[in-house]
């Protein structure tokens, strides 16, 4: 065998561990040995004949197989669980012989078919592993018996949520995270590339926050010396307060400009019963309170109410006071930088707005730094034992803080997926989401999708999808979760099941159905009669928000071909009147409803504004922004909804010095004044200086 032939078989080996793993690999290799003959060792050697022309023909195969290899590495972004899960689970071992016993036999010239079957196979096997270690989400007949029983309710008349009891989400946990090595970027990083050192893995949180000097990083460092417990080997360790207590952060580390502080800037308390009575009084205002006491005596046995609140409530006034300062009073960047790089440098809703202001001006050197060392004023204050599985730690969206949270965990999940880390960004939409299930703030339903199908968890949204997290109310049933089903089932290779579940989704979807497929697929308008969508509606902010990440998604040619088929058909089917549609949700305003604003849910609404695509805020109603408050720090705040809701709904006045804010704005008006003068005096020396240059 030449040398040529040996490099062939070598690398073509290689490719074969990636793809079946070393059990199969021997399997295959015994049953090589036995059809190869013996060769002689001088036959290994270069025979010297082989010309230029084979040798490129070969350094192109190298190159090839050495990309795939990159290729299904990468792709298989659980490579390690997988391979865990499949010792612990009988079912999975069998479910994987099974797959590799029908792999079609190929020489050494046939490496592209075996890819390809294993591409199709994989998603599958990959599913399983994945959802499979998940006990809550295990047993599917608990949700399959709870599915029966959740309808399509309206939640326009419903912002109780009477129709989800406890028990639904108690067997809705698996759907959250409850691991937090997950949400991690590294923990992803060590699986796509197990090779990599964890020096690289720092390397690249290395980036400071803002522009800081030698000088003041050495003053740091002096710092860290006068202050026990901070950082740690590990960087996970900062002090609780007096005595010497450490506390272990859980998704954030301790990085090298952080200016050491003993205690923390927020504590995370439990919600008293009273502020749980007067926060669903504000949910429900016209619900009796005797109801409302009952269903909160009951919530308290199985779910866990917290809030974000100061643990200096002085220094924290001063430091929102001239936040609020320096970005709606008078708008100042310059000083929004200096109040978190000297004066406050753990004032969340700043960190959070120079994050924004930085992305703008095309710098992100420091915006992630930026956006961690905010997550980390919350990481510090998390309690211990906290878990983000949907019944461990509810935060109410009525409180400021909390709000700031939900603001940040977004911020660093669209952050995440800018650096390629997908799986990540997919497990903090989760954790997102389990914060408050029932009402999401922040649109998670509208999003999730994208990063769980980038991340093939096709078994997540099937199951998923027959959850009461998706059937119980109709806004519920969103358009993004129905078609990334039908993607899921195509994934699978189950297109019947995909089918029924595109027509469930044109049911109750059919105008946004309709414009995605004149739009995106340039199919027949004439089939489109009669499903045109109101402008400013709900339907088509919602059609437009999915049509912007629709070719992530449908990349698969395969996949848009069934995609226009099927929709073609149906169309037709309800020109012909074969069929009818669910009866359409009213799109005018709730009144009292807080979950809605001028007749849209308030959480689409956020989501909207948060992604700032010109394309889908374009379809915002004019309404929204004139009579609602808009802050880039604090979208669409909640508006008390009762008398008694109106000291407990927070915004950021709550945390405001009424009287040092009229002092500070005297002071800058003073100085607006002095500055005045002193152009004016400038101005009246240089015209006596050149008196032949008159002003114009």
Same mark, same amino acid.
């Given at each position: %065998? *030449? $040398? ?35 060769? +002689? ?93 998940? $006990? ?31 028990? /639904? ?24 590339? !197990? ?7 720092? =390397? ?49 580390? @301790?990085?090298? !400009? ?11 308390? $439990? ?55 320096? #970005?709606?009073?008078?708008?100042? /960047? ?31 050197? +420091? ?24 019944? *461990?730690?509810? &935060? ?12 940040? @965990? ?11 880390? #997908? ?25 999730? !999708? ?19 997290? %998706? ?20 994934? &699978? ?15 109750? /979807? ?10 995106? &697929? ?101 309404? #929204?922004?004139?009579?609602?408050? @808009? ?22 006045? *709550?945390?405001? =010095? ?5 002092? $500070? ?27 032949? @240059?008159?002003?114009?």
């Amino acid at each position: %065998m *030449s $040398s040529r032939a040996l490099r062939k078989r070598q690398n073509d080996e290689q490719l074969l561990d990636a793809l079946l793993g070393s059990s199969n690999l021997k399997n295959l290799k015994s049953k090589e040995q036995k059809a190869t003959p013996k060769e +002689n060792i001088f036959a290994l050697m270069d025979n010297g004949e082989e010309d230029q022309e084979e040798e490129d023909e070969q350094s192109e195969k190298d190159e090839y197989v050495k990309h795939e290899i990159e290729r299904e590495e990468k792709t298989h972004v659980l490579t390690k669980s997988q391979r865990k899960s499949k010792k612990k689970s009988k079912k999975g071992k069998k479910k994987l012989k099974k797959n590799t016993d029908d792999l079609p036999k190929s020489d050494d010239d046939d490496l592209e078919n075996i890819i390809q079957y294993f591409k199709k196979n994989d998603a599958l096997n990959y599913g399983i592993q994945n959802f499979a270690n998940n $006990s809550d989400i295990k047993s599917d007949t608990k949700l399959d018996s709870l599915s029966c029983i959740c309808k399509f309710y309206d939640l326009k008349i419903d912002n109780g949520f009477t129709h989800f009891p406890i028990p /639904h989400l108690e067997h809705c946990t698996g759907f959250f995270n409850d691991d937090f090595k997950k949400l991690d970027p590294h923990f992803e990083f060590k699986l796509l590339f !197990d090779d990599i050192s964890q020096e690289s893995l720092e =390397d690249i949180d290395s980036m400071t926050s803002t522009h800081i000097s030698p000088q003041q990083l050495k003053q740091i460092q002096r710092l860290k010396r006068l202050v026990r417990n901070w950082g740690g080997k590990d960087r996970r360790n900062v002090p609780a307060g007096a005595g010497g207590a450490i506390h272990r952060l859980q998704f954030t580390k @301790v990085q090298e !400009d952080w200016l050491p502080t003993l205690r923390g800037e927020l504590s995370m308390q $439990s919600l008293k019963t009273e502020e749980l009575r007067t926060w669903q009084l504000w949910q429900r205002p016209t619900d009796w309170k005797d109801v409302i006491e009952e269903d909160i005596s009951l919530w308290k046995k199985k779910i866990s109410f917290y809030k974000f609140e100061p643990l200096n409530p002085d220094l924290n006034r001063k430091a929102m006071t001239e936040f609020y300062l320096s #970005v709606i009073l008078h708008p100042d /960047h310059e000083s929004l930088v200096h109040l978190i790089s000297s004066k406050f440098p753990y004032c969340v809703p700043a960190l959070l707005q120079v994050a924004l202001i930085t992305t703008r001006q095309g710098d992100r050197s +420091n915006t992630n730094g930026l956006i961690q060392r905010a997550l980390f004023v919350f990481d510090r204050a998390l309690r211990t034992g906290t878990k983000f599985d949907g019944v *461990s730690c509810q &935060l109410p969206y009525t409180f400021f803080f909390n709000r700031q949270f939900y603001l940040a @965990v977004f911020r660093y999940i669209l952050l995440l997926a800018q650096r390629g880390a #997908v799986a990540t960004a997919g497990e903090w939409c989760k954790a997102l989401w389990s914060l408050n299930p029932l009402e999401d703030p922040l649109g998670c339903r509208y999003f999730i !999708d994208h990063y769980l199908l980038l991340n093939k968890e096709y078994h997540y949204l099937i199951e998923l999808s027959k959850s009461p997290l %998706m059937t119980c109310y109709r806004q519920w049933f969103t358009l993004g979760l129905t078609l990334g089903t039908v993607l899921s089932y195509l994934r &699978l290779g189950q297109q019947e099941f995909a089918r029924e579940e595109l027509h469930k989704a044109f049911k109750y /979807h059919a105008p946004s159905l309709a414009l995605l497929f004149v739009d995106k &697929l340039r199919g027949d308008i004439t089939l489109t009669k009669g499903l045109e969508l109101d402008n400013k509606s709900a339907e088509l902010l919602e059609a437009k928000a999915y049509m912007t990440r629709f070719a992530l998604a449908w990349q698969n040619p395969a996949d848009l071909n069934f995609l226009n088929i099927e929709l073609s058909k149906l169309l037709r089917d309800f020109q012909l009147k074969k069929f009818e549609l669910a009866p359409n949700i009213s799109n005018e305003d709730s009144g009292i409803n807080p979950f809605f604003v001028e007749g849209i849910p308030v959480n689409l609404l956020r989501f909207s504004i948060l992604s700032e695509e010109s394309t889908v805020m374009a379809n915002i109603p004019d309404a #929204v922004w004139s009579n609602h408050e @808009v802050y880039e720090f604090d979208i669409l705040p909640p508006n008390p909804t009762t008398k008694e809701s109106t000291d407990f709904v927070e915004d950021i006045k *709550s945390y405001i =010095d009424d009287r040092e804010l009229a002092t $500070s704005q005297f002071d800058m008006d003073q100085d607006e004044v002095l500055m005045n003068q002193i152009r004016q005096l400038s101005l009246e020396q240089f015209l006596e200086e050149n008196p032949n @240059v008159a002003p114009e």
